[in-house]
């Protein structure tokens, strides 16, 4: 089974910049794609950005040019750099990741992590 552990959210002004980390653990044999997925309130999860095992990413349109998503593969962790941050980008933000485990295959989800922006 793999888990997902987020840190990095918190409040921030406009403008401001965070960093979000998501460390995956567990009977991990190996994982495929790493994503970021955010849920403003009263609003449905949505892909924030997503990246693969080499390094391949796609990026919601809302946040191209302003968010960049990394991966450390050795330590099986994957990063949001958050720059030039809206109100409209608070939200939680949750880790998901495709995993292979002992038990094959799985999408893991973390338990989030609340990103807000004031004005």
């Known amino acids: 089974q793999v888990q997902l552990v987020e840190s990095g959210g918190g409040l921030v002004q406009a403008g401001g910049s965070l960093r979000l980390s998501c460390a995956a653990s567990g009977s991990i044999l190996s994982i495929n794609v790493m994503a970021w997925y955010r849920q403003a309130p009263g609003k449905q999860r949505e892909l924030v950005a997503r990246i693969t095992t080499g390094g391949s990413t796609v990026y919601a349109g809302s946040v191209k040019g302003r968010f960049t998503i990394s991966r450390d593969n050795a330590k099986n962790t994957v990063y949001l750099q958050m720059n030039s941050l809206n109100v409209e980008d608070t939200g939680v933000y949750y880790c998901?990741?495709?995993?292979?485990?002992?038990?094959?295959?799985?999408?893991?989800w973390g338990q989030g992590t609340q990103v807000t922006v004031s004005s």
């Open positions: 998901n990741a495709d995993g292979l485990s002992r038990t094959g295959w799985e999408t893991s």
